[in-house]
């Protein structure tokens, strides 16, 4: 943030970054490359902006209380802070879950991200149906005409050997 003198951050180009990010990821998923992992810990510059946007006092690249009055209460900046904190992790967890290939949804918390990304692996792990081919419909019609039980018996065995 060198060249932004007022840290102002613009809702657009973050966007397009993840967006660049996301099809960055899938050329090297495509390419059957290991996804270069990105440092996942917020820096010391990340956590004192943090603590500045929270309203502490910032010098020096060192956070402080926003007062020097004893009776200062500080649960606002706390509260803040760990809003923050926890926004920056839900975001970590969404890039690796997106890296990975899932999708993230509208996951408020980490929670809710894991949640979505443990439904994704059950789904993704589920076995195909497989059904009858018309050949083997054929088979079973033929081999058991004019006797319509049997020929239901068959069906559901020969569907349940297939999608064991």
Same mark, same amino acid.
């Given at each position: 943030?060198?060249?932004?003198?007022?840290?102002?951050?613009?809702?657009?180009?973050?966007?397009?970054?993840?967006?660049?990010?996301?099809?960055? @990821?899938?050329?090297?998923?495509? !390419?059957?490359?290991?996804?270069?992992?990105?440092?996942?810990?917020?820096?010391?510059?990340?956590? $004192? #902006?943090?603590?500045?946007?929270?309203?502490?006092?910032?010098?020096?690249? #060192? /956070?402080?209380?926003?007062? &020097?009055?004893? @009776?200062?209460?500080?649960?606002?900046?706390?509260?803040?802070?760990?809003?923050?904190? /926890?926004?920056?992790?839900?975001?970590?967890? !969404?890039?690796? $879950?997106?890296?990975?290939?899932?999708?993230?949804?509208?996951?408020?918390? $980490?929670?809710?991200?894991?949640?979505?990304?443990?439904?994704?692996?059950? #789904?993704?792990?589920?076995?195909?149906?497989?059904?009858?081919?018309?050949?083997?419909?054929?088979?079973?019609?033929?081999?058991?005409?004019?006797?319509?039980?049997?020929?239901?018996?068959? &069906?559901? @065995?020969?569907?349940?050997?297939?999608?064991?």
């Amino acid at each position: 943030m060198k060249n932004n003198p007022m840290n102002i951050v613009c809702p657009t180009c973050e966007y397009h970054k993840q967006r660049a990010q996301i099809w960055r @990821d899938e050329a090297y998923r495509l !390419a059957g490359h290991p996804l270069p992992r990105k440092e996942t810990s917020m820096t010391q510059d990340e956590i $004192i #902006e943090m603590a500045r946007q929270a309203g502490f006092f910032v010098k020096d690249s #060192e /956070a402080y209380s926003p007062s &020097v009055q004893e @009776d200062h209460e500080l649960t606002p900046c706390l509260k803040a802070f760990a809003e923050l904190v /926890a926004a920056k992790e839900r975001e970590v967890v !969404a890039n690796w $879950i997106l890296g990975e290939g899932f999708a993230t949804g509208h996951g408020d918390s $980490i929670v809710d991200l894991l949640d979505q990304l443990q439904w994704q692996i059950a #789904e993704k792990d589920k076995k195909p149906w497989v059904d009858l081919t018309k050949e083997e419909c054929f088979e079973l019609c033929v081999k058991h005409k004019n006797e319509s039980f049997s020929l239901l018996v068959a &069906v559901q @065995d020969k569907l349940k050997e297939k999608n064991k």
